[in-house]
């Protein structure tokens, strides 16, 4: 069989690889074995090359919504109405426009060139007015001059002239014009490149080391771009109104008309929604959901629904739809409005009689285990009659039967293989919105495709393990007439080292193994909030990820050099010590300044500055300081002198003071101007006259890649846990210039790392969260 494709495929022109490609891809095999025999059929005998490779242009690029105009093109392509690809694909592009029979014919010739004579004398009159259009950039440029510009302009001017024909007349005009190449024409464009000087002049300028390349993620003005700035035109749909040119959208009678009526209703504006579950707080895969819905409507200048998805009362809690909104909001995103799935209530009800009485719902008494997985017995209740479910449909809505004994089943299968699935199912529940006025709750099978319908969604974008409800999706809104949104999947995010489950992130609660849902050591958003990651890295993220088909498992250093890139730009200077030294300057200069004027950005100075107290005693890092150094060492030793950053001072020891363990508890040195002495070979942060804080620094929380894979963690993922993910330190000395900082916000402590104000911080005692380290410095000894 295989063997007669290739040799079918081969004989209208394809060569033999291709023909072995074609046939990988089924889809696009019957397509065009389909032509062949509809044009054997409407011309027996050979078929041309040119004509056959048209039919393999119809064969993969023949849209399902469009497939039943296959057999009215092949004949159009055979009896060489269509005789050029540019034909084709106006022939195309208007059936995609206008899908639903009856063709007008007439206007389908007249788009398609049907019957289009283009002479030579057209060609050559259309290229010369483009010519001399740009002539005088022509004898400037020569033939550096973009040629694809003429070429353009001068096929949008004949739409189905051949191209071949314009190219030709388009080298023979410009040779006419500037005449043969020159050498000078034949030179490549020299590219410019910084040179080691300019390089080393700004790595001198402290630039090149005090900031990442910031060029992809930071605009003009300084500020960190948006998830779509970065993203650009990487994601590319179909404009609104025009859903029925989306592979697989299903196309009836009503199609038309309702995406006319839908068009006008949204004033032709992209709307998109995020429709969570109130059930549990955001995490860093939502955070990808939040940027692409509401990134792409904003890119679109159009709107975005926060729709709750609250059809499951016994879960929901207010605090959760609080977290929600207020991390969409953190984010950057202001929704269009905030819905929720049971303001349609009422409506879905309707719909779901409407269903019913349409033959397409059935009441069904099976139990719920027997409704579980996908090769479930077929329901002995499927064909009962229309009454018959109407009325227990209203018994189960007036709590009439009892919970479990009674759904409401759609009569369809969905791509994955489930029959029948559930629309509304009996929850003695009360609703926190509706109270006890329902005891029949929908399910999202039911619900989603409907509230998307019922608000104008143009763009419904959902992660891919919904990609196998989407022919539900369809049929449902279509066996209601009712507008049909397309839906859009795209791959989830995840991260290695992280538990996202709800259940699971309760379990690490209860169990005292984390605080709350806004621990530090998680990857909620709330917790990522507190640890000091910026809205603006965790965008970064999401956009330097993408958005792809791919199910996307990310190692968690990836969003933490964002968050870095992000704070490196956007975070204060300041010092602190965590295990504090104490130093006395023994020659402390009387004329010294007891405060001094620190940059808040090092590399910018024009962007403020600070002011650090300066004393005789001051703290350094216990890690900063050995008794005896050797030649890799680049600190303070007894042997050693080192400099203090921002101080202008160099230090020598004099003298070492230790307690009776023989712990160094005090170092006496003298300092000296740095212009004065020899330069150090390293400056060390320091404090004077510091805050005692608290400061808290994390770890991963768990061991593994994947903690919940119990093949790589057989005990679960609670024998996971790192017990050391969270090390206190209560008496960490900070630079007392941050002491009017407010929860979250955000410093480098020179050295050491990022951090972030803690919400448990009184007036009494700050507390500090590390956010990130800084990247490993290989100098750092």
Request: proline residues 6%.
């Amino acid at each position: 069989m295989s063997a007669d494709l290739i040799e079918t495929f081969v004989s209208i022109g394809l060569s033999e690889q291709k023909a072995k490609e074609t046939l990988k891809n089924d889809n696009v095999t019957q397509n065009l074995k389909s032509a062949i025999e509809q044009a054997a059929k409407i011309a027996p005998g050979p078929i041309d090359k040119d004509s056959g490779k048209l039919l393999y242009n119809i064969a993969t690029k023949l849209k399902t919504q469009i497939k039943g105009h296959q057999s009215m093109l092949v004949e159009y392509v055979i009896t060489r109405k269509i005789n050029s690809e540019i034909q084709l694909n106006a022939a195309l592009d208007y059936l995609l426009h206008h899908p639903l029979p009856p063709v007008d014919w007439a206007k389908f010739e007249r788009e398609s060139g049907v019957g289009v004579v283009i002479t030579p004398d057209q060609i050559e009159a259309a290229v010369e007015e483009v010519i001399g259009k740009y002539k005088k950039e022509l004898q400037e440029k020569r033939y550096k001059f973009n040629m694809g510009t003429l070429m353009g302009e001068a096929r949008s001017k004949l739409k189905f002239a051949d191209g071949k024909i314009v190219k030709n007349e388009v080298d023979m005009q410009v040779l006419d014009l500037l005449g043969p190449k020159t050498e000078a024409d034949l030179e490549k464009p020299v590219k410019q490149k910084a040179t080691k000087e300019q390089n080393n002049s700004g790595a001198k300028q402290g630039a090149k080391k005090e900031f990442p390349p910031t060029d992809s993620f930071v605009s003009d003005a300084g500020e960190v771009k948006s998830f779509m700035e970065i993203m650009g035109q990487a994601m590319k749909f179909h404009k609104p109104g025009e859903n029925y040119k989306t592979d697989g959208y299903v196309i009836t009678p009503s199609t038309m008309d309702l995406l006319k009526k839908h068009l006008t209703e949204i004033g032709g504006k992209v709307h998109t929604r995020f429709p969570p579950e109130p059930n549990g707080i955001l995490h860093i895969g939502h955070a990808k959901a939040i940027n692409f819905n509401f990134g792409y409507a904003k890119k679109h200048g159009g709107n975005t629904y926060l729709r709750y998805d609250d059809t499951n009362p016994e879960k929901e809690e207010e605090k959760f739809f609080t977290a929600i909104k207020n991390m969409v909001e953190w984010l950057g995103y202001k929704p269009f409005q905030v819905t929720h799935a049971s303001d349609n209530f009422d409506k879905l009800y309707a719909y779901a009689v409407d269903l019913i009485k349409r033959g397409h719902a059935y009441v069904c008494h099976m139990k719920s285990e027997d409704l579980k997985g996908f090769d479930t017995p077929d329901s002995p209740w499927r064909d009962r009659p229309i009454e018959e479910s109407l009325q227990l449909f209203e018994d189960m809505k007036n709590g009439k039967i009892g919970e479990g004994e009674a759904t409401l089943r759609m009569k369809t299968t969905l791509e994955e293989g489930k029959k029948d699935p559930v629309a509304y199912r009996i929850k003695f529940t009360p609703h926190h919105r509706t109270g006890d006025k329902w005891c029949i709750y929908p399910t999202y099978d039911y619900t989603h495709c409907l509230c998307d319908s019922i608000e104008n969604i143009t763009h419904s974008l959902c992660t891919k393990e919904f990609q196998s409800r989407r022919s539900s999706y369809y049929w449902l809104c279509n066996a209601l007439d009712v507008y049909c949104p397309v839906q859009w999947e795209y791959g989830r995010l995840n991260l290695n080292y992280a538990v996202v489950s709800k259940r699971k992130i309760a379990k690490l609660i209860n169990e005292g193994y984390v605080r709350d849902w806004d621990d530090p050591r998680l990857f909620t958003l709330t917790a990522l909030r507190r640890r000091g990651f910026p809205p603006e890295a965790i965008n970064l993220f999401c956009a330097k990820v993408g958005v792809t088909m791919a199910q996307t498992v990310i190692d968690p250093s990836m969003l933490e050099s964002c968050v870095r890139d992000v704070l490196n730009v956007t975070a204060p200077r300041a010092m602190a010590v965590l295990d504090p030294l104490k130093v006395t300057i023994t020659n402390f200069p009387p004329d010294q300044a007891t405060s001094l004027t620190v940059p808040n950005f090092p590399a910018d100075e024009k962007r403020g500055s600070h002011s650090i107290s300066f004393k005789p005693v001051i703290y350094i890092e216990k890690s900063d300081f050995r008794e005896s150094a050797d030649k890799n060492y680049k600190r303070f030793a007894e042997n050693q002198s080192v400099g203090l950053r921002h101080a202008g001072y160099v230090l020598t020891a004099e003298k070492v003071v230790k307690d009776g363990s023989g712990n160094v508890t005090e170092v006496m040195a003298s300092c000296k101007k740095t212009n004065d002495t020899e330069k150090p070979k390293g400056f060390i942060h320091w404090v004077s006259d510091p805050l005692v804080c608290e400061v808290r620094l994390y770890e991963r929380l768990f061991f593994h890649k994947n903690p919940e894979d119990p093949s790589e963690v057989p005990g679960g993922f609670l024998s996971d846990i790192n017990p050391e993910s969270l090390k206190i330190i209560p008496q960490a000395y900070v630079d007392s210039t941050v002491k009017d900082a407010k929860v979250l916000d955000r410093f480098q402590f020179e050295r050491l790392g990022f951090f972030a104000v803690d919400r448990d911080s009184t007036p009494a005692k700050m507390v500090f969260n590390r956010t990130v380290t800084l990247k490993e410095d290989p100098a750092k000894n």
